[in-house]
């Protein structure tokens, strides 16, 4: 199975925004999703997000580390966003 989760904003009262938290609790999920054998997709990309854009995706991928962890590509949110997919 597969859960795709969003991130949501920036968190005000954390110096970091709340990214150390948020991979500590990715960290977490992981670890119980390869005891169930489940996936977790990141849908994280948006503008007022903490993961606004690609980079920043892959640098939560990285610091996260899990084979569980993957992102779910919605180009619908480029638009959005006003990215542009062919970078």
Known sequence: PIVTVHIG?????????????VVDHLCRVCARGVELNVRLLL???FSNFLTPDAPSVARML???HSPMLGHNF???YTEVCGLDIHE
């Open 74 to 76: 919605d180009p619908s």
């Open 9 to 21: 904003p920036p968190l005000p009262e954390d110096h970091d925004g709340g990214w150390a938290r």
């Open 62 to 64: 990285h610091d996260v």
């Open 43 to 45: 849908d994280a990309v």
